[in-house]
């Protein structure tokens, strides 16, 4: 039974003359989403600017879409309604009130009133503080910190110098880029969206980590061949990967966007978009790097690959 491949194993793109477009467009894309960071900033969902969060216990299966319904009604602001554990188990969040300590109390008193007459047990009423917020917002951003440090450090171990800055280059790209999405699209950032962004950073660092090890193995393979070229070649052996890899999960995203609700929407979002453009930097801006910190000098001719011992002509590989 033949395999399924969307791009064949022997294509010949040339992918490196993009680099004159890729890097610029990179630098736009990178200095627009921390402008707009710095300016309109992002829309910070209960976890980072507070609120007040309640756990219900209804009668039988939870309606989710009544109770968001008939809390919409209130007029609190952003809230949150998901099920959680058993069937009829929900989670409540309600962004912080002006007014203190009084407004939040309000807040419940108002939900109570709303479910009063229905069998629903109040079993955990919580307020989350500016002092949380400000912690969890620390903690994500130390997680996401370190996260990056671990990758260059990897990749520093496992590859050259240039390996390890071109990865952190283009997994930080990746990054910036996602906010960027968050910040234009006003997508909820909350806990859950930390979650996106360092799952991002681990499919775009597989990715990287794909390319560059074949890369590695060519550069002993064809030693006279010349940088572009061979960066080239890499990248066609293992496009084939690279796209179905990439197409597998954006299905079961696409899945996850269209029938999995409110709730998951903006961290399916930003997951898809994190998928495509964590393809896209591994093959336009992660191998351009390595010319650019020049790991080989790019002077030698294609022609004189095959005279050195292990530089035999390249051949079609599965990647």
């Not at 004159?20 to 710095?38: D, E, N, Q, R």
């Amino acid at each position: 039974m033949a395999l399924l491949r969307l791009v064949p194993d022997d294509t010949k793109f040339r992918f490196m003359w993009l680099r004159k477009v890729s890097f610029p467009l990179a630098i736009v894309l990178g200095l627009a989403s921390i402008a707009l960071f710095s300016t309109v900033g992002l829309n910070l969902g209960i976890d980072f600017k507070g609120g007040t969060i309640i756990e219900l216990k209804t009668d039988g299966p939870a309606d989710v879409s009544a109770i968001r319904s008939s809390l919409g009604e209130l007029n609190l602001g952003d809230v949150q309604v998901q099920q959680f554990g058993n069937p009829d188990e929900v989670l409540v969040r309600v962004e912080e009130q002006p007014g203190g300590e009084l407004a939040q109390q309000a807040v419940v008193a108002n939900i109570r009133d709303v479910f009063a007459e229905q069998k629903v047990e109040f079993r955990r009423v919580e307020v989350v503080g500016p002092s949380v917020s400000e912690e969890l917002a620390r903690a994500g951003t130390l997680a996401v910190a370190v996260s990056l440090l671990a990758i260059l450090i990897y990749i520093w171990v496992r590859f050259e110098w240039q390996f390890a800055l071109g990865a952190i280059l283009t997994t930080f790209n990746d990054v910036i880029v996602t906010i960027g999405l968050f910040v234009v699209l006003q997508l909820d950032f909350s806990l859950s969206s930390i979650a996106a962004v360092l799952t991002i950073i681990g499919y775009s660092l597989n990715d990287t980590v794909v390319v560059y090890d074949r890369i590695r193995e060519n550069l002993r393979r064809y030693k006279k061949m010349s940088l572009s070229e061979l960066l080239d070649l890499s990248i066609n052996e293992t496009l084939s990967r690279t796209t179905m890899t990439s197409l597998t999960t954006l299905l079961a995203l696409l899945a996850l966007w269209i029938f999995g609700g409110e709730v998951i929407r903006s961290f399916t979002l930003a997951m898809i978009f994190g998928v495509v453009i964590g393809t896209y930097s591994s093959i336009f801006l992660a191998a351009p790097f390595l010319i650019l910190f020049n790991l080989r000098p790019d002077g030698k001719s294609s022609g004189d690959a095959g005279e050195d011992e292990g530089t035999e002509e390249p051949a079609p590989a599965s990647a």
